[in-house]
Every structure is written in structure tokens, then in C-alpha cells.
């Protein structure tokens, strides 16, 4: 199993430039997560996806919007990139919403220039 | 104020020492979780706990839902056990279904 892949690894952006996050999981998880992890702050959550179908806001959603494509894959989209949204970016999914743990993919590391 | 601490913000020990990472948070949970990130690569989850105390090889992770503390211990500390050490928990149903992360605490353990 790959557990959670992510696509790219890294990538460098103007402003106003879009792009999508890929994320894939093999493990048959219900829940999916995207977060941004910014220095000398913790993971703040953008959109998780409860299961598939649906999706929902979360801390800091402004910006980006997400498509849960079928059960395995869950993307990421920035419309207009700002260099506000530099950052790493983490895709997580769970068995379960909620108390389950989460399994990681590797990031993607995002540049806005 | 953050919904989850942690303490200290870096922590450099020497090889072999016992290292202590503490976990406060402010909201109910169902659970808490202890997260380990190495520089540059990837999260992997080390514990998710609920009560009482739990450990793997050299790592051990307690939690007092009275107090709402939560210590992550490394004994025997080595090099390898540098890394970014990530608290998160998970509210109970009254204040939302996600996790909430720490900020995370910065080990360096020199040999």
C-alpha cells in the first residue's frame, strides 16, 4: 500500500496563477483532510471531507476550494494564488471523522511569488 | 489563547538523556494524539490516547483528562529522535469533529 500520495512535491507560483493539489489514498479511509503548515504555527485544517460526497470548511478555508473526486482521491485548488498562501501543504485521511488518527501524506510545498 | 500548548517551544538534549514534552489543552476531548515530524519529510502519528498511559519501544505518552495534561517521555534519547514533536486532539462532539493541532515542539538531541 502507498497510503496517502500527494502531487507535486513541490511547486513555484505567480500571483494569480491557479493550480490543484492532488491527493490519493489506498486505505480505503472515509474521512479526508486538507491542512497548511505555516513556521511557528500548527496545522490549521482548510476542508476535510467527512466521506465521500461531501465537504466542509475549516479554520482557515478563505481562498481555496476542494473536490472530494470519489472515495480514494481528494484535491485542492487555488483559483487566484496569493503569496499569502506559500506554505506546506499536508493531505491526511482517517478511517473515521473525528478521533480516528490520521495518516499523513509526504506535502507539497507551495511558493508564491 | 490557543485551544492547545505546548511546552517548551525547543528543547536541545545530549544523547541518553530523558526528555519531556508537556501538552495542555483547554476544551473537552475524545482523544489526544502525539504526532512526530522529522525535518523536511513527513507526519506519522506515535500514539492516540485516550486515558491513562501508553508506550512504544522508548517513547511513552500519558494523559490526565482531569488536569487536561498530556506528557510525551523519550528515554534514552538519541540523535534520531530529533524531530518535530506535534500534540493535536480531538474535541468531543460539543465544540466540533476535528483535530486541533499544537504548534509543535523542535527536538534536537546531539550525540
Known amino acids: 500500500n502507498a497510503g496517502v500520495t500527494q502531487t507535486p512535491k513541490f511547486q513555484v507560483l505567480k500571483t494569480g496563477q491557479s493550480m490543484t493539489l492532488q491527493c490519493a489514498q489506498d486505505m480505503n479511509h472515509n474521512s479526508m483532510y486538507w491542512y497548511r503548515q505555516d513556521p511557528g504555527m500548527g496545522l490549521r485544517l482548510i476542508y476535510y471531507s467527512a466521506s465521500e460526497g461531501t465537504t466542509d470548511k475549516g479554520e482557515v478555508p478563505n481562498g481555496y476550494n476542494v473536490s472530494r473526486l470519489n472515495k480514494r482521491e481528494f484535491s485542492l485548488r487555488l483559483e487566484s494564488a496569493a503569496p499569502s498562501q506559500t506554505s506546506v501543504y499536508f493531505c491526511?485521511?482517517?478511517?473515521?471523522?473525528?478521533?480516528?488518527?490520521?495518516?499523513f501524506g509526504p506535502g507539497t510545498r507551495l511558493l508564491v511569488l | 489563547k490557543n485551544e492547545v500548548e505546548q511546552s517548551p517551544q525547543n528543547l536541545t538534549a545530549q544523547e541518553g538523556e530523558f526528555i519531556t514534552i508537556n501538552c495542555s489543552y483547554s476544551?473537552?476531548?475524545?482523544?489526544l494524539h502525539w504526532l512526530q515530524q522529522h525535518p523536511g519529510g513527513g507526519i506519522v502519528s506515535l500514539f492516540m490516547l485516550s486515558s491513562g498511559k501508553k508506550k512504544h519501544g522508548r517513547l511513552i505518552a500519558t494523559i490526565n483528562i482531569q488536569e487536561k495534561h498530556s506528557s510525551l517521555h523519550i528515554t534514552a534519547s538519541h540523535p534520531r529522535d530529533s524531530a518535530v514533536y506535534i500534540c493535536a486532539v480531538s474535541p468531543d462532539m460539543e465544540y466540533g469533529n476535528k483535530l486541533v493541532f499544537g504548534a509543535g515542539t523542535i527536538l534536537r538531541v546531539k550525540s
Open positions: 476544551v473537552g476531548i475524545s482523544a
Open positions: 491526511a485521511s482517517s478511517p473515521r471523522r473525528g478521533s480516528g488518527t490520521q495518516y
